[in-house]
Every structure is written in C-alpha cells, then in structure tokens.
C-alpha cells in the first residue's frame, strides 16, 4: 500500500512561483514510478510531471517552467512551478505507480490569476 499527500498549492500572480509537495509513505521506497497529474475545471486529467527509474519527464507544456524531484530519505516527492500562467489553473495529484496499481493523493488547488 502507498499513501500520498500533497501540499503546498494557493492562489498566486502570472508568473508567480510555488512548490507542490508530496508525502508518500507504505511501500514508498520501492516506487519506481511517481509524479504529478493536474485537472482542469471540464478538462481531463492530464500528466504533468513523472520520475521513471529516476528519470524526470515533462509534458510539453510545462518543459522549462516545472521541475520534479524526489527527495528518497525524506520519502518527499516535489514539484517547482515557475513563470506560472493562467492555464496552469487545476487541482495537482500526486500519483504513485506500485505493483501495477496506480495510488492517487487527495490533490492540492492552484489557482493562477491576478
């Protein structure tokens, strides 16, 4: 079992900054795949960022902007948001690959407007 919560989310300015966080705890360690989905109000889930055997993705949208990283002793997993734009609105998950199971925090709201 793997729980994760994420925190960290709020409202902030075009192009404002903030840091997502998210607590895993359960069988964290061996986790080979994390990252982050957000959904948009009417919008599909969609990814955002993920670690895959240490490796960080991007989706094309955020590349440059949004930075992973995972944080192994504090079993932490963090997103950077940077140069933030409107259409970066939507609540963030927190998403965890374990034993062909997929796990899903609560998720945190950003909101992005002046």
């Known amino acids: 079992q793997v729980q994760l919560v994420e925190s960290g989310g709020g409202l902030v300015q075009p192009g404002g900054s903030l840091r997502l966080s998210c607590a895993t705890s359960g069988s964290s360690t061996s986790i080979n795949v994390i990252g982050w989905y957000r959904q948009a109000p009417g919008k599909q889930r969609e990814l955002v960022a993920s670690i895959i055997s240490g490796v960080p993705n991007y989706a094309d949208s955020v590349k440059g902007r949004f930075t992973i990283s995972r944080d192994y002793a504090k079993n932490m997993v963090y997103l950077q948001l940077n140069s933030l734009k409107p259409e970066d609105t939507a609540i963030y998950y927190c998403?965890?690959?374990?034993?062909?199971?997929?796990?899903w925090g609560r998720g945190t709201q950003v909101t992005v407007s002046s």
């Open positions: 998403n965890a690959l374990y034993r062909d199971a997929n796990y």
